[in-house]
Structure formats: structure tokens, C-alpha cells
């Protein structure tokens, strides 16, 4: 079945990187829509990141500030979120997120916590 697994969160300090990965099973990236997603405690889920498969387009959320960048793997079975300079208001669960068909899939979460 259709599986998504992000990985890469965990305790950063302020000012610091971290890269999320999104590994896919059942499916390859390369034929889908993709994009991440946070969402922190009391607050509603955020999109940060797309990249259409249909016309290439990346859009970023303008919350971000630049810092972030969206990639695909080179073997399609993988996505990437890196995120530069950090601050604690990017604390928050993070899900990759992929598209088909109207066929939408989710990963469990990631999380990242930013420390001052």
C-alpha cells in the first residue's frame, strides 16, 4: 500500500538547519504533486511548500522567508524540506504531502522543535 515516512525533525537550536525527508512506498514521486505541510499546538495546518509535477511550478508560503527549500530525490522515491535558519516560531509537526489523481497521501509527521 501507499506509504509515506518523513524523517529528519528533532531538537535544533535558533539559527540552525535541519533537512526533512519524506521516503515514498507503493509509488514514485516523479508522477506526483508534492508539498509539505506544519502544523504547530492550537494552531491550524500550515502548507509551506509545492511542486507540481503538471507544470513545474514551486510555490512557497510567504511565512517562510526564503529559508526553505522543496526538492525531489534522484531515484523519485524521496522529497526533501531544507530548512535554514531556524527560529523558535518554525517549532511545529511537518508532513509531506503528494498528490494524483485527486488521490491525496499523507505521512505521520515529523517533529521540530526549535530552541532559543
Known amino acids: 500500500e501507499v506509504q509515506l515516512v518523513e524523517s529528519g525533525g528533532g531538537l535544533v537550536q535558533a539559527g540552525g538547519s535541519l533537512r526533512l525527508s519524506c521516503a515514498a512506498s507503493?509509488?514514485?514521486?516523479?508522477?506526483?504533486?508534492i508539498g509539505w505541510f506544519r502544523q504547530a499546538p492550537g494552531k491550524e495546518r500550515e502548507g509551506l511548500a509545492c511542486?507540481?509535477?503538471?507544470?513545474?511550478?514551486?510555490w512557497y508560503a510567504d511565512s517562510i522567508e526564503g529559508r526553505f527549500t522543496i526538492s525531489r530525490g534522484n531515484v523519485g522515491n524521496t522529497v526533501y524540506l531544507q530548512m535554514n535558519s531556524l527560529n523558535p516560531e518554525d517549532t511545529a509537526v511537518y508532513y509531506c504531502?503528494?498528490?494524483?489523481?485527486?488521490?491525496?497521501?499523507w505521512g505521520q509527521g515529523t517533529q521540530v522543535t526549535v530552541s532559543s
Open positions: 504531502h503528494g498528490v494524483r489523481n485527486n488521490l491525496h497521501y
Open positions: 507503493g509509488f514514485t514521486f516523479d508522477d506526483y504533486n
Open positions: 511542486s507540481s509535477k503538471t507544470d513545474g511550478a514551486i
